[in-house]
């Protein structure tokens, strides 16, 4: 409608600039995964996987070695659980828009030149995980306690009020969660008051403190219907 541009615009120029820790270990934020080569390539002329995405802490240089949390995630045959491992590997080039940089920092979305097959990052593969130096990154988990916060009504929903009510969370119902560029699905193990103990389908490398949004399937589409953020985890 146009209304209020100004003063949208206004607010966006108000936002403060968030503080930057370069001396805390790198945390990269994992948007897209992709293989650069083009069909047919020579096997001297194949370049390593790449991936994108948002540096949230640290400072990353080109040739160190780092480490990718969950990474390959597999079924235990013995338990039928998923299991992850960690991939390691170590950086070739650092990318912003089309300059080449020898070190990255926080802010922006950066592109990185991996040794690693690139087949392991084809059609964002890696999506939703977490780069960093190795050893220094969260831990990968399966389970989450989480503090939560109920929004009143569905937005985008139409009815009378009492369809567009968010409902309470219920034990055993299957929840789309997101954390950082990571959607997982997660089932409810128990819930009271503004705590719930949610289970994910896969592994999830997360930190306590990590903030998520809840959202439920409402008319075979997922709604957003709150948001959280962990206090405890369960080593996957």
């Not at 968010?166 to 699905?185: H, M």
Request: proline share 6%.
């Amino acid at each position: 409608m146009k209304y209020n541009i100004d003063v949208v615009c206004d607010y966006i120029c108000r936002i403060p600039v968030p503080v930057r820790d370069f001396h805390a270990p790198p945390v990269l934020t994992i948007v897209r995964s992709f293989d650069v080569n083009n069909p047919g390539t020579e096997i001297e002329d194949l370049k390593g996987g790449v991936v994108g995405g948002s540096l949230l802490q640290g400072v990353l240089r080109v040739g160190d070695r780092v480490e990718i949390r969950p990474g390959h995630i597999a079924k235990d045959k013995t338990t039928g659980k998923q299991i992850s491992r960690p991939i390691k590997t170590r950086i070739t080039s650092l990318q912003a828009e089309k300059n080449e940089l020898l070190y990255a920092v926080p802010g922006g979305l950066i592109a990185i030149g991996l040794q690693v097959d690139p087949t392991t990052t084809r059609a964002d593969k890696l999506s939703g995980m977490i780069l960093g130096h190795p050893d220094q990154l969260p831990d990968v988990v399966n389970q989450v306690k989480v503090d939560f916060h109920l929004l009143q009504n569905l937005i985008g929903v139409k009815g009378d009020a009492s369809q567009k009510r968010v409902q309470s969370l219920k034990k055993d119902e299957t929840l789309l969660i997101n954390i950082a560029a990571n959607t997982v699905p997660g089932k409810v193990i128990k819930s009271k008051k503004r705590e719930a103990t949610i289970e994910f389908t896969k592994p999830v490398c997360a930190a306590v403190g990590d903030k998520m949004t809840l959202s439920r399937k409402i008319t075979n589409t997922y709604r957003l219907i709150g948001w959280g953020e962990m206090k405890e985890g369960v080593l996957a």
